[in-house]
């Protein structure tokens, strides 16, 4: 099988941890955030992956061959010369997409659940028509696309309005499609949205479905998602693979609820972890360090009586003693927050030094 992902320009929404790298290998739950999807994808049985970008790639390729080997897939970059939208890429690709009349997977890059592909693709060929779109419902659907069922139909689309000004209904768009090649006949290759020029129209020919997803489900594509998500995954985790977080049973320092340690990872006397905390490779805490609801990235160093909440510690990044970080802040890479600073709601860019307060949220550069 074939599939696509929407991996797009330089994720300016994640600042400044994308000013270091590229969003797809920015780590959710310590792996890059693609591999997760490379992943699932791989498992349900897709050996061609298009990942289509309007960026040059370079910096992702070295780390994406490692990954065709290890899940027996092929990758290709599928590079724009201008931003092509949602629905542009895959008229780009077509030759792959459209290289067999099997249907393929279109993915946004942003986002996480517990991928439902291989029901997806059998509910897709049982109804025949063009196009499957997987739904979840939020209690905020205006910044989604938002999707109305045929009245008496359980899955036909009647309408599908992108991010509608007056509330219509709280199913929405989770960002995961499947799609009969026959659709990238009604894309032209040219900046076109997929939610605004294709599925409206795709609906109005009853040839567009709904696919509910059960669990958790988060766009991740801002600090403060990115963080909900963060805990999402987390309790996910907790019920399915549980070996993945760190066992309270044997770890002190892990307070209340879940917690990932990377065993690389040192953390010193009298810490109170969690709930909902990613300590990635090589990041040392000191003493009596508070985390919860935090990301701290690769080679951060958290030092003594520190207290971090609802906030991304970039990598190498480090918080001073007693300091004290919230507000969905984020430290981008190699920051150093001196000792006894308070930061709340900071967007610190990298290679800074933090010696005075940030009372209020504001991008440090
Ligand atoms: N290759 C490429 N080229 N990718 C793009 C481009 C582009 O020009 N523009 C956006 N993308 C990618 C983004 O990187 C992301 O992975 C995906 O397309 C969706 O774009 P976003 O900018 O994240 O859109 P959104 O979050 O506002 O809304 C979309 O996602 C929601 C679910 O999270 C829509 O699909 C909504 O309908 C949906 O509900
Ligand atoms: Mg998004």
Not at 288 to 309: M, N, P, S, T, Y
Request: charged residues 20%; contains cysteine; proline residues 6%.
């Amino acid at each position: 099988m074939k599939a696509l992902i929407l991996v797009g320009g330089f994720g300016t929404r994640l600042r400044p941890l994308t000013l270091t790298l590229p969003k797809p290998l920015v780590e959710f739950g310590n792996r890059p955030m693609i591999l997760h999807q490379i992943e699932y994808l791989a498992k349900a049985g897709v050996t061609d992956i298009v990942l289509a970008v309007n960026y040059r790639p370079e910096i992702m390729v070295a780390a994406l061959q490692s990954y065709e080997k290890e899940y027996n897939v092929k990758i290709t970059f599928s590079v724009e010369t201008e931003p092509l939208g949602t629905a542009g890429p895959l008229a780009l690709a077509r030759g792959i997409l459209a290289k067999d009349d099997s249907p393929f997977f279109v993915l946004n890059s942003d986002i996480t659940c517990d991928y439902p592909f291989e029901q997806l693709r059998d509910f897709h060929l049982s109804h025949k028509n063009e196009g499957t779109i997987v739904v979840t419902k939020v209690d905020d659907p205006s910044k989604y696309g938002v999707i109305v069922n045929q009245p008496g139909h359980a899955s036909k689309i009647e309408r599908f309005v992108e991010k509608p000004k007056e509330f219509i209904s709280n199913k929405i768009n989770a960002g995961i499609y499947i799609l009969n090649p026959s659709v990238l006949d009604r894309i032209q290759l040219k900046p076109t949205s997929i939610e605004k020029d294709v599925f409206p129209f795709v609906a109005q020919d009853g040839e567009l479905h709904t696919f509910d997803l059960d669990g958790f489900w988060m766009d991740i594509g801002q600090p403060k998602d990115f963080l909900t998500g963060t805990c999402l995954y987390l309790s996910h985790l907790a019920k399915k693979q549980s070996e993945l977080l760190t066992d309270p049973a044997t770890q002190d320092f892990v307070h209340k609820g879940n917690v990932m340690v990377h065993p690389s990872a040192k953390i010193g006397k009298d810490c109170r972890i969690g709930p909902n905390v990613v300590i990635g490779p090589n990041v040392t805490v000191g003493d009596g360090v508070r985390l919860q609801r935090c990301v701290i990235l690769e080679g951060a160093a958290i030092k003594d009586f520190a207290w971090v909440h609802s906030s991304i510690i970039g990598w190498h990044s480090t918080v001073g003693r007693w300091s004290r970080i919230e507000g969905h802040s984020v430290l981008g890479d190699d920051v150093t927050v001196k000792d006894e600073i308070y930061v709340n709601g900071g967007s610190i860019l990298p290679h800074k030094s933090i010696s005075a307060n940030i009372t209020e949220p504001q991008i440090i550069m």
